[in-house]
């Protein structure tokens, strides 16, 4: 997903929204990769969960 041009940030955004925790975390490392400032606050929505606080974390660091 992270190959994937912007028109498809819906997508990740559902993703992000997921109740599986594998998927959110794979959602959180390619929205930190991705850059876009839409998903900030959907990442930090995820660091209420244990299981997903570190890719949360990692993928908010890389905004700066």
Known sequence: IR???D????Y????LEDED???LR?????????HNRQ???LLIGL???PEVRPAAVEALLQYG
């Open 39 to 41: 998903y900030v606050s």
């Open 21 to 23: 925790s594998g998927v």
């Open 7 to 10: 028109r498809f940030a819906v």
């Open 3 to 5: 190959l994937l041009p």
């Open 12 to 15: 990740l955004c559902q993703l």
């Open 26 to 34: 794979e959602a959180a490392r390619t929205a930190g990769a991705c």
């Open 47 to 49: 660091l209420g969960n």
